[in-house]
């Protein structure tokens, strides 16, 4: 799982004889989650034309009271067990039996030598609760050995199920001592923890273990009930309110049919924003691309964009005015949230962008969320130096409604965080997502092909 959330990653398969067939793919960032604490819903595929999977996901507390568990019944579990592996002592390679008594007895004196220089094995602790099976790092050599690790398992019938503990030796596959603990005796602990040594069975006299269990009741976290938002007298930027409520925008605001005058002067002839296209698979990718044309750029809401984070007259650097190629592509997922009522906006990747360097691009990634023009909605990824292909893997949240999000346009750009000159314009590839376009409530991911306002490729 990657930073700076953990994911949860499902994969689809059709079941074969030979080879198990991929039917597409998720991922969902257990953030997400977290926050909701229950999430049913359909969630879009991948790497596939179409198709959808529907399953509920619950976020789950650990509690240390008893009286909370409640068995279940459909399959899930009611309880986590958490075990850390200390250490052992005293074992050997021989335990004790009637049969390895016997034969002592009759041993030569340097027979019995050779099985004390024998007798420090190398030993490892199978666990196993159920079906599930975990195992520890093997110490060598070692009659007393110290392995120090964590271990968890889902517990479907506490009152039942059984903690077996086999120490092994790797080599010889045997059992050198075992252990049965049974977690309903954990129930009548205190804080249901249980930390001493333990005498191992068929193992010699002094063998022992020593282990930590802890037992934690799993129960459903209620999601905190959103406060109501107050009036307010005049009609306010949207803001992010408690539990995702956003103020409602005038319509003059969300409208798109008037210029915005930000001190750049539109041109009236320049066409309004393009509907966005599946292009051809590119570089034998299955991902389309969304193409947009350049010129509508222009039109009066791409007047948001990097103008603002320009000096009045900068102008584009001469190596970028030559260039005569593309100016890459920037991989965007966007989605709708409907549960927390947020637009998810994740900056992925981009891929050849222009080199202003022999070393490649310090480069870094600007969103506003159209009419929302203001530095202070200004949204920044972290700079990727050196590349022309950064990675960038950052997720951005909008609190709107999802009637607004449609009703908006996304400015993304693309920017080189070390200028040319100072008086030097900074972006490297621009593009204008029309939401209004885009399926929100199942998600896109897709390439998007970057231009620059008035150059020509």
């Known amino acids: 799982m990657r930073q700076p959330g953990q994911e949860l990653e499902v994969e689809l398969f059709d079941k074969d004889n030979d080879n198990d067939d991929p039917l597409g793919n998720f991922r969902i960032d257990l953030g997400e989650v977290k926050k909701e604490k229950v999430m049913k819903q359909w969630f879009p595929l991948k790497s596939i034309q179409h198709g959808e999977i529907c399953l509920q996901l619950n ?10 568990l409640q068995e279940s019944h459909n399959g899930l579990a009611c309880a ?8 052992a002592s005293n074992l050997s390679r021989h335990p004790p039996s009637e049969s390895t008594s016997n034969h002592k007895q009759s041993k030569q004196p340097k027979e019995e030598r050779l099985t004390k220089q024998n007798s420090r094995p190398n030993s490892y602790v199978e666990f196993s609760v159920g079906k599930d099976v975990l195992k520890s790092k093997v ?3 070692n009659k007393d050995p110290t392995w120090e690790e964590g271990f968890t398992f889902f517990v479907h019938n506490v009152k039942t199920q059984v903690l077996y503990v086999k120490v092994k030796d ?3 596959k045997v059992e050198l001592g075992t252990l049965a603990l049974p977690l309903s005796r954990l129930l009548h602990i205190s804080d249901m923890v249980l930390d001493q040594r333990f005498l191992l069975e068929r193992s010699g006299a002094n063998s022992e273990i020593k282990l930590k269990a802890t037992l934690r009741i799993l129960t459903m976290e209620e999601k905190p009930k959103p406060t109501a938002a107050t009036p307010q007298s005049k009609p306010p930027i949207p803001q992010a309110k408690v539990g995702g409520v956003s103020p409602n925008i005038p319509a003059a605001a969300s409208s798109s049919s008037g210029p915005v005058d930000r001190g750049t002067k539109t041109d009236p002839s320049s066409p309004q924003l393009s509907h966005p296209s599946a292009s051809d698979s590119w570089r034998s990718s299955t991902t389309n691309m969304r193409r947009y044309d350049s010129r509508s750029l222009l039109s009066e809401n791409s007047l948001a964009s990097s103008r603002f984070d320009l000096l009045d007259g900068a102008s584009y650097p001469e190596a970028i005015r030559n260039h005569q190629g593309s100016f890459g592509d920037i991989k965007l997922t966007i989605r709708y949230a409907g549960l927390r009522k947020k637009l998810l906006v994740v900056v992925e990747a981009c891929r050849d962008l222009f080199p202003c360097s022999e070393n490649g691009t310090d480069s870094y990634v600007r969103l506003y969320l159209l009419p929302d023009q203001a530095f202070t909605h200004r949204k920044k990824t972290h700079v990727q130096k050196k590349t022309v292909s950064p990675v960038f893997n950052e997720k951005f949240e909008y609190d709107v409604t999802i009637t607004e999000a449609s009703k908006r346009k996304l400015d993304v750009a693309v920017k080189n965080n070390k200028m040319f000159h100072r008086k030097e314009r900074k972006d490297i590839g621009t593009v204008i997502i029309d939401l209004s376009l885009v399926d929100l409530e199942n998600g896109i ?3 998007f ?3 620059l306002p ?4």
């Open 59 to 68: 976020w789950l507390s650990l509690q240390s009271e008893s009286h909370l």
């Open 80 to 87: 986590m067990l958490a075990v850390y592996l200390d250490s």
């Open 170 to 172: 790797h080599d010889k």
């Open 449 to 451: 092909e970057l231009t």
């Open 454 to 457: 008035g150059l020509k490729k």
């Open 139 to 141: 110490v060598y050599g």
């Open 445 to 447: 991911s897709e390439w």
